[in-house]
């Protein structure tokens, strides 16, 4: 997730690539804050090229056995991770997950977020790369309150880059960490 470029516009299907060192960075933090958390399958809904959530995922949780990448276009991921082409937000998975974990597309956000909770197994977690403004509005906040438990919220420190020249946009980021739990409107904010 990026915020529109200085001639407001968005890239084709919202397609921000994220550095894996910034997806290890959160996982770390991850299994700092929830040491138990042991995680048996990773699903990564808008895996674009090369799942860099499946492949940090299976790296630093050696309890994972199964990683799948869910993407509208076609996407070269490692052989070792699933591949499905669709829209995530309307894939019907027959089977439940343990981890589920993304930077998804701005304008659908939300709606990947409803979308992955209901895809966890009991005891699982969801990890998404948002902007910090994701926490504010009216929508939102009926989001935090009545459907979604915010758990953590992992601020970055420095604003990350999804372009290969380096630069930022005029975006504060964070990790927000969900669970299936019924919405308690209360998470732990930390820094990364």
Excluded at 75 to 86: L, M, N, R, T
Excluded at 112 to 126: C, D, H, N, W, Y
């Amino acid at each position: 997730m990026s915020a529109k470029g200085i001639k407001g516009t968005s890239r084709p299907h919202d397609t921000y690539p994220t550095n894996p060192d910034l997806v290890r960075a959160a996982m770390l933090k991850l299994k700092e804050r929830v040491p138990n958390f042991a995680p048996t399958s990773v699903l990564e809904p808008g895996c674009g090229a090369g799942a860099p959530f499946c492949a940090v995922a299976c790296q630093e949780f050696s309890t994972i056995q199964d990683s799948v990448g869910v993407d509208l276009l076609p996407q070269s991921i490692a052989p070792s991770h699933k591949f499905v082409q669709g829209d995530f937000t309307l894939w019907q998975p027959c089977r439940l997950y343990s981890f589920v974990a993304t930077n998804p597309p701005f304008t659908l956000a939300s709606v990947f977020l409803r979308k992955a909770v209901q895809l966890l197994e009991p005891g699982g977690l969801v990890l998404f790369l948002l902007r910090v403004a994701f926490l504010a509005g009216v929508r939102r906040r009926d989001l935090w309150l009545q459907h979604v438990n915010l758990r953590e919220v992992f601020v970055l420190p420095r604003r990350p880059s999804f372009t290969p020249d380096k630069k930022t946009d005029s975006s504060d980021y964070a990790w927000f960490v969900v669970d299936g739990q019924p919405a308690k409107g209360c998470a732990r904010l930390t820094w990364l």
